[in-house]
């Protein structure tokens, strides 16, 4: 559960890590930046059934540059609020994902729909870059 302020009338959600369908402004009905957090036991519910795009960003607490990608990532899930949900997963913590998709740095940042992986790629980059990257995985054809 995460509390964010909505970008449109400035007023404070409560948004769940899972929900069906994507959150709305209780009090303007736009739709809400989603950041949510999952791990080898939530990550399903999480993520692969989202009802929309998933960002994963597979980070580490000792990671550098996880944190210097942290900000971008926000500032994608703010600007495509209701069409992309951030989802953060430590990979300390979820050792089965990481086998599962094989990650082997961090940052490693990952599209999926539908519980399919669209696009993957490791080392942090700029907000504009991440955002050209995930527009590119989104177009792709499924
Ligand atoms: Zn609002």
Not at 38 to 65: I, M, S
């Amino acid at each position: 559960m995460h509390t964010v302020n909505c970008p449109n009338c400035g007023r404070p959600n409560r948004v769940p890590d899972a929900y069906r369908g994507k959150p709305l402004c209780g009090v303007c009905h736009r739709p809400l930046p989603w950041i949510a957090e999952a791990d080898d036991n939530t990550f399903a519910e999480v993520a692969e059934r989202a009802d929309l795009t998933v960002l994963v960003d597979f980070w580490a607490q000792w990671c550098g540059p996880c944190r210097m990608v942290s900000p971008a990532l926000e500032q994608l899930a703010r600007e495509m609020a209701g069409r992309l949900k951030l989802v953060k997963v430590d990979v300390d913590g979820s050792p089965a994902l990481a086998r599962r998709y094989t990650i082997t740095a961090v940052p490693t940042l990952m599209v999926l729909y539908e519980g399919r992986v669209v696009a993957q790629r490791a080392g942090a980059a700029p907000a504009p870059q991440l955002r050209e990257w995930v527009e590119d995985a989104m177009r792709a054809p499924s």
